[in-house]
């Protein structure tokens, strides 16, 4: 299975590019999305979209997982990072592919094995069990730990997904 994830952001937006086999990982890809700053708020969502449209083109993702927002401080931050994730969710949905959510602490305890592991610990993981990564962002570095957090996580995920359709439609 293809998995895209996704660390989503207005200013930086990573991704990350792995197939799951079983318990065996293979790095494919990463990167960052970076809107120019100077941009209006709509053309920055604009430029997330049409990026990320070309990446789910380019490696054909299977699934897709992205990172849940957390609450900032600061309501308008929050508001902001909020906007880029919804976008940056919609390319992978556009091409049918399921977008699993996973939040933050629960990404770094099955990458790192500590819910409050530090962005340092989650690249050192990442180098480990991605070596051929290379990865020096740590924007693409958490994106990769979505990734693999989906894929030791999407049956269970799946799973309660069902039945929150089947409870939905009832």
């Known amino acids: 299975m293809r998995i895209l994830g996704i660390d989503p952001g207005l200013n930086k937006c990573g991704w990350g ?3 799951s086999h079983g318990s065996n990982l293979k790095y494919i890809a990463h990167g960052v999305i970076k809107p120019n ?15 990320m449209t070309k990446i789910v083109d380019l490696w054909k993702p299977h699934s897709a997982a992205i990172e849940e927002t957390f609450v900032n401080k600061s309501p308008t931050s929050s508001l902001k990072l909020g906007q880029a994730r919804g976008v940056a969710m919609v390319a992978p949905a556009r091409f049918g592919i399921e977008v699993a959510e996973y939040g933050a602490n629960l990404v770094k305890k099955t990458v790192v094995g ?3 592991a530090d962005k340092v610990q989650i690249m050192m993981m990442i180098k480990t069990l991605l070596p051929s990564s290379q990865v020096t962002s ?3 570095a958490d994106a990769l730990a979505v990734a693999i957090c989906h894929a030791n996580h999407h049956s269970t995920y799946s799973q309660i997904q069902a039945k929150l ?3 939905s439609q009832n």
């Open 17 to 19: 590019v792995i197939e």
């Open 37 to 51: 700053a100077k941009l209006s708020l709509a053309e920055r969502l604009l430029f997330i979209d049409t990026e």
């Open 114 to 116: 500590s819910g409050h």
């Open 138 to 140: 740590e924007d693409a």
């Open 165 to 167: 359709d089947s409870c």
